[in-house]
């Protein structure tokens, strides 16, 4: 799985604030077809499936506002800036901005490139890139579409050249057996004068639970060396504490940073079939969520009371 709320860089939420979430919808389907897609997991994006219009997602940005101390916005795939899924992007980002709230967004980055000037009007606080090697043919493998590789780091490297260069992060899923996909990624980055590099480890979905790997943390480990062999900062991302829970079982984690919640029920994740996960719910599928809404029948106002109860 990619991060699922993928914060700013140097920036945590205090244990009263919440992240809100929120998937946009493709209506086409995502441009890529990833093996370990967690939204394809999660079953929450079916295009046969989307409930939501954009007016939804903006109008639920803005109530949960109300009703809690929203810290971040952030938006995630299928994929965000597609031509599709660009309206709705958009205006979520705005309302964020009206509500001074800050607002992250993770992407493929296959548009990224095109999309750089406006992210940057929009106040984007934090840009996640998903790259899951080094080399194209290994990338284009993993995406299961030709050329996603140097649509990718055609963005990065747009991205790196401005105003979002500091707001940028690069982000890898490590997959179990493949860690030379990701070995030669620190240099590439130290090229393009990034210094920042989250890695996340594949989970599976499932009963609200993650174990990872066994040798996992091993490979992180190496990972993490190579980072710095490079000047690059690696940070492991385990926002469900699936690496903590698991660490009697594995091995030491006190050599890597880890990136955590301090309360699980800090994340709030909207999909477009209308299904609401908080917490641990976000690692099972959409279809066990106990909150669902339906705007034809319900007003945002009532929904979100709903949703800031769980929280």
């Known amino acids: 799985m990619p991060a699922a709320v993928a914060m700013p860089k140097n920036i945590t939420l205090t244990s009263d604030e919440v992240a809100v979430t929120v998937v946009v919808p493709a209506p086409k389907g995502c441009n890529l077809n990833c093996g370990f897609c967690f939204i394809r997991a999660r079953r929450e994006a079916n295009p046969s499936h989307i409930l939501l219009q954009d007016a939804d997602y903006v109008q639920f940005v803005a ?12 938006l995630q795939g299928y994929e965000p800036l597609l031509p599709e899924s660009w ?3 958009r205006a979520i980002l705005k309302k964020a901005r009206e509500l001074g709230v800050r607002a992250a967004l993770v992407t493929n980055g296959t548009h990224l490139a095109e999309r750089v000037d406006e992210l940057v009007a929009l ?5 996640t890139v998903s790259l899951d090697a080094s080399h194209a043919p290994w990338h284009d493998q993993t995406r299961r579409t030709a050329g996603a590789f140097d649509q990718t780091m055609a963005g990065i490297e747009r991205a790196s050249a401005s105003m979002l260069h500091d707001k940028l992060i690069v982000a890898s899923v490590l997959q179990r057996g493949k860690l030379h996909y990701l070995r030669g ?17 594949t989970y599976k979905v499932g009963r609200g639970t993650a174990e990872p790997p066994a040798d996992i943390v091993r490979e992180l480990t190496a990972l993490d060396r190579e980072a710095l062999r490079h000047g690059v900062s690696m940070l492991v991302d385990d926002e469900f504490d699936a690496l903590i829970r698991h660490a009697g079982k594995v091995i030491d ?3 890597l940073r880890l990136r955590r919640f301090s309360r699980l029920n800090q994340v709030v994740r909207l999909s477009p079939d209308g299904t609401c996960a908080v917490g641990s719910e976000i690692m099972d599928r959409s279809s066990a969520a106990r909150l669902v809404w339906d705007p034809r029948h319900e007003a945002a106002s009532a929904f979100s009371d709903r949703v800031a109860a769980a929280v």
């Open 253 to 255: 984690l006190a050599q």
């Open 123 to 127: 106040g984007v606080g934090g840009l």
């Open 63 to 74: 109530e949960m506002a109300v009703r809690k101390n929203v810290g971040l916005v952030s």
């Open 87 to 89: 309206p709705a992007s």
């Open 185 to 201: 990624v620190p240099q590439l980055l130290a090229d393009l004068g990034l210094r920042f590099w989250v890695v996340t480890a």
